[in-house]
């Protein structure tokens, strides 16, 4: 398939990018380079530095590429961020997401990937959270792409637009030793946590120890990027039989102590860790239920494991210390 994928320069978006070519199909890639990096995008895909915000310039592409899918990864991501600066994310985002819909539907393009977030899940009734769970955005940022999420389903209401909105909870771990995370400023928990391994920083702070948890620190599900992009994949191939949302997690959560100490183990450098004050906004615990895509798309997880995260992590981290930078 020829597909379009806005921010394919990212982290996640890269990876995914790279699976698909790999796959044989053809990516066109929209970045404005904000975040994302022009190194991450594979060699194969046709790159274009652009902006969503930019209609004329939508118009164009998918009057010259013709995409049979668009996987939408361009967004502002940071929970924190999103609280101090509303409008980048209930403005940017909605209005972006919104352009890119318009696009599509123009353009004749039927399906559609959405990039969403376990940030929709403020308040679980349940542990592991499944799809159904009621929606409780915990910020402008989860709002945001709830949000995109219900023009979708207009979209496909009232114009056979076909959909997957993908509910990632915790991504984290490197396709490959040169193909990884990449954030300024980084604010992720496994990377700032290798960074203290690579002697960039003195220490990690924990940010509290006084949750309702074993340990006390927080509980998340984390994902390997490389099992994220499989999803993404299935789901494009199975749009035809319909749109779907998915939660996609391990479905095992470990706590922030937890992770550092595999990345004791695995980087053999003590990584000081000194305890600070919760960060507004963090939940106790978030694991995904994904047993919805597991079953109807037969997805399972390559790396569960969070050593084989950790260490696939800790090779881009090693090699790459400045990032794409280099
Ligand atoms: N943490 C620390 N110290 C740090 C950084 C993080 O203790 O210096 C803790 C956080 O408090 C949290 C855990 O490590 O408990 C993971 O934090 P991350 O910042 O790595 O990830 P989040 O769970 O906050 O957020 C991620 C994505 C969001 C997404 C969310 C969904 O970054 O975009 O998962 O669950 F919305």
């Known amino acids: 398939m020829k597909i379009l994928v806005t921010g394919g320069a990212g982290y996640i978006g890269s990876t995914v990018v790279s699976e698909l070519v790999k796959a044989g199909d053809d990516v066109v890639v929209i970045d404005n380079l904000s975040q994302g990096h022009r190194a991450a995008v594979h060699r194969d895909a046709i790159f274009i530095e652009g902006d969503l915000a930019d209609r004329s310039l939508l118009d164009s592409i998918m009057a010259e590429h013709q995409p049979e899918g668009i996987m939408h990864f361009a967004s502002n991501t940071l929970v924190g961020e999103s609280v101090e600066k509303p409008f980048l994310y209930l403005g940017d985002n909605v209005r972006n997401g919104l352009n890119l819909l318009e696009g599509a539907i123009d353009h004749g393009v039927r399906r559609f990937i959405l990039s969403s977030t376990a940030n929709l899940f403020d308040d679980p009734e349940r542990i592991p959270i499944a799809a159904d769970e009621r929606i409780v955005p915990g910020s ?105 949302v998915y939660n996609l997690g391990n479905g095992n959560g470990f706590s922030v102590k937890e992770v550092v100490e595999m990345a004791r183990r695995v980087t053999g450098h003590p990584i000081p860790a000194v305890m600070g004050s919760r960060r507004p906004g963090d939940p106790a615990t978030l694991i995904a239920d994904s047993v919805a895509i597991r079953q109807e798309l037969g997805w399972l997880p390559q790396f569960p494991d969070l050593r084989d995260i950790i260490e696939s992590a800790w090779l881009w981290h090693s090699q790459h210390p400045h990032g794409y930078e280099e």
């Open 140 to 244: 402008p940022y989860g709002e945001s792409k709830y949000l995109l999420e219900r023009l979708l389903f207009w979209m496909d209401a009232l114009y056979g637009l076909r959909y997957a909105a993908l509910r990632y909870f915790n991504a984290c771990g490197a396709a490959s030793p040169d193909l990884g995370e990449d954030h300024d400023p980084e604010t992720h928990l496994i990377p700032l946590v290798l960074q203290v391994a690579l002697g960039q920083r003195n220490s990690l702070t924990i940010f509290g120890d006084n949750y309702d948890t074993s340990d006390g620190t927080c509980i998340r599900d984390y994902i390997h990027v490389l099992d994220l992009a499989q999803a993404h994949i299935l789901a494009l191939r199975a749009l035809d039989e319909g749109s779907r």
